[in-house]
């Protein structure tokens, strides 16, 4: 019976892989997945055996037709991402979507994401938060921050290490200079860290440090009203 598996991958300690994950994988007849070299190492480490189709976001658009007629023959499919939930900030929702028109089966195991444990670690309210992924690097890049000024939920960014400063600077700018937040790297690694403070204490403290390296997820408090 075919049917689409949504696998989540461990976001840092492979030890965080499940029990039904490894088995999902080992029983799929294809895993797609965005770098095969990537997944390699996590199959190697549960010595899962399956046969990997590169699956991203520079070719989903054209490799969509050829996964549906293999689901349509009665396949399995497992997707993944290299690390986290496919469809949260990586590829996977047109795949998802198309399965749903078609009525194919989707079923989408719990798990792995960076952004829960950033946001619960921060001490910022998070019984209602917004999730805002990555800003647009230029264009709309303003007019989306200044969408978000009157926003009174937790606000949640995913951004990369080399941007951290510059978007750190646009949020104190945008938002007030004393606004909460946190700054959370290497979720689930052994270099785990969080930073909290003002957004201006936060750009002084990444302003003196000379490399910035790992996924970066900031958590920013909304308006008080």
């Known amino acids: 019976m075919s049917k689409l598996f949504v696998v ?19 029983e799929a007849d294809f895993l797609l997945t965005e770098d095969t070299r990537v997944t390699g ?8 055996s399956v046969k990997m189709i590169s699956h991203h976001q520079h070719n989903e658009h054209r490799s969509l037709p050829a996964l549906m007629d293999k689901l349509k023959a ?19 929702f047109l795949l998802i979507r198309e ?11 719990p798990g792995a994401t960076a952004f829960v444990p950033a946001l619960v670690a921060s001490g910022i309210p998070c019984e209602r938060f ?19 000024v009157g ?7 995913y951004e990369s290490p080399h941007r951290l400063l510059k978007t750190l600077s646009a949020f104190s700018g945008s938002f007030g200079g004393g606004r909460q937040a946190c700054v959370s790297r290497e979720i689930s690694k052994m270099h785990e860290e969080h930073v909290r403070g003002s957004l201006n204490e936060l750009v002084e403290i990444f302003s003196k440090r000379s490399a910035i390296k790992g996924e970066i997820t900031i958590v920013v408090s909304g308006l008080d009203v």
């Open 130 to 148: 917004c999730f805002e992924g990555f800003l647009p690097v230029k264009k709309g890049r303003k007019s989306h921050l200044e969408s978000l």
């Open 41 to 48: 190492r996590l199959l190697q480490r549960y010595d899962i």
């Open 74 to 92: 009665g396949m399995t499919l497992a997707l993944a991402s290299d690390a986290g939930m496919p469809g949260i900030s990586d590829p996977g």
């Open 8 to 26: 989540p991958t461990p976001v840092g300690n492979l030890e965080d892989m499940t029990y039904r994950a490894v088995r999902i994988l080992s």
């Open 99 to 109: 399965c749903v028109r078609e009525g194919i089966e989707v079923e989408c195991l």
């Open 151 to 157: 926003e009174t939920r937790t606000m949640v960014f």
